[in-house]
């Protein structure tokens, strides 16, 4: 059946890769598996027939047959529980490669994404450059702990894992700040992410989609 996901018609991310559909492109390439793609405008995304799929009004949902999913970390782990490549077949090892995509959305990401909110809605505040240098106190805690965890290995747990790329897309919200620089083996675990196969043709179709809608 026809693979259906959802995607902004004019990415903020400029290509970059960095909006959430990004790294359901990549779980879809991971699994060999083909989609299609609805490009939506902001207005769209708010309108009845987005919001019955996505009562936000956000990006990305996924579409096939009768499923319809929004959530971009309940998608990866539907397309890893459907198709081979993203989950461990032990179950004690695709449990905690479960876990890892939970701990990238829910202990990763929030602190990241308040650093993005903090630089693009609060930067003119009277309090912007504290409150900016506590949040980032906290990015950098829970870095060196997912640092001290990786240590040397390729990826968080055994092999290549759907928690793996939700954590690599997370980390890439911190791309080119200097932040991540300061932890080097973080930074080559995001660059092993982005050097994998599934992750440049996956990083080349969302950017086909800026660079249609730029020369438009
Ligand atoms: N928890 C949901 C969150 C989805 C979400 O945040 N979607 C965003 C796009 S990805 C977030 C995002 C947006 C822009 C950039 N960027 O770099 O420009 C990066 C990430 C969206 O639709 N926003 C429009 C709206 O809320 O009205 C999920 O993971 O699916």
Redesign the pocket.
Known sequence: MTITITA?ER????G?G????MRVRWALEEAAQPYDVRLLS?KA??EPAHLAL?P?????TYEEGDLAL????A?ILHIAEHHPGLLPDDKNARARAIAWIFAA?STMEPVIVDR?TARFEEGKESWYEEHLAHVERRIRKRLGELSARLGDAEWLDGNFSAGDLQMISVLL?LKGSEILRDYPNLSAYVERGEARTAYRRAFAAQKAVFLAVSAG
């Open positions: 902004f990415s903020p991310d400029r970059r960095l909006a959430r559909d902001f995304m708010k996505q936000f009004g956000q990006i990305p929004f959530e971009s970390g998608i959305v993005e919200r």
